[in-house]
């Protein structure tokens, strides 16, 4: 079957660095997307990876290892407006196809 | 460039009804995706076309459901004889096989709620 795990709620400080964590059991792996969604709205790209590593862009960083089927959300210099939600999505599942396998999605709640 | 768009943004219907949601993929992309999504929990889902051919359907969608995209640009989804179970998000997303990625970038979503 096709599993994505990652933690409900996060809270932390504006300033902070936090890090928001990503296991998946999925038949078939082309990559894994972070998307940042905010209460009411869509869904936004955020970063993609599909090789094991780091990935930066700005201050979001995204890690993945393929091979522990884990990836991290890394978020520096925490800003109030970065309050929403963060979806793990892997690409590809049992038939290989194109579509986005999510998870739950973390609700990160930024205090001042 | 303007992103993807969906429309109606809002629908309120009653148990029973018929109704239609269009999308609008960013023009270059040839692949539409929907998903429906639920309170608290992460998109699912629903149907994938590249170009007009519709490619996979999802088990989740019931033969309630039809989805179309006649001349490979805009779709609709259609939900016949809705149950208040239909009441979801209800969104979109193009992508485009060209490029080192096939990131999908998601439309404004139409929300829907069966009385």
């Known amino acids: 079957g096709q599993n994505i795990d990652q933690p409900t709620e996060m809270t932390a400080t504006e300033g902070a660095i936090v890090q928001i964590n990503c296991t998946y059991q999925?038949?078939?792996?082309?990559?894994l997307f972070w998307y940042q969604q905010h209460a009411g709205e869509a869904p936004t790209f955020l970063s993609y990876n599909v090789l094991d590593g780091l990935e930066e862009k700005g201050r979001f960083s995204s890690f993945l290892s393929r091979s522990k089927g884990y990836s991290y959300l890394l978020l520096k210099e925490l800003q109030m407006k970065d309050s929403a939600s963060y979806l793990c999505?892997?690409?590809?599942?049992?038939?290989?196809?194109?579509?986005?396998?999510f998870g739950t999605g973390t609700r990160l709640q930024v205090f001042p | 460039d303007t992103g993807v768009s969906q429309d109606p943004r809002h629908k309120i219907t009653k148990r029973g009804q018929n109704v239609t949601f269009r999308c609008d993929p960013i023009?270059?992309?040839?692949?539409l995706y929907w998903y429906r999504q639920t309170l608290g929990q992460g998109p699912e889902f629903l149907t994938y076309?590249?170009?007009?051919?519709?490619?996979?359907k999802s088990r989740l969608l019931s033969d309630r459901f039809s989805a179309e995209r006649p001349k490979g640009s805009f779709s609709t989804l259609e939900i016949q004889r809705t149950e208040q179970g239909d009441s979801a998000m209800y969104l979109c997303?193009?992508?485009?096989?060209?490029?080192?990625?096939?990131?999908?970038?998601f439309g404004p979503g139409t929300r829907l709620t069966v009385l």
């Open positions: 997303a193009s992508s485009s096989i060209a490029g080192r990625t096939d990131t999908q970038y």
């Open positions: 076309f590249q170009n007009e051919a519709q490619l996979e």
């Open positions: 999925t038949s078939g792996f082309n990559g």
């Open positions: 999505a892997v690409i590809g599942g049992t038939y290989n196809t194109d579509k986005l396998i």
């Open positions: 023009s270059e992309h040839n692949r």
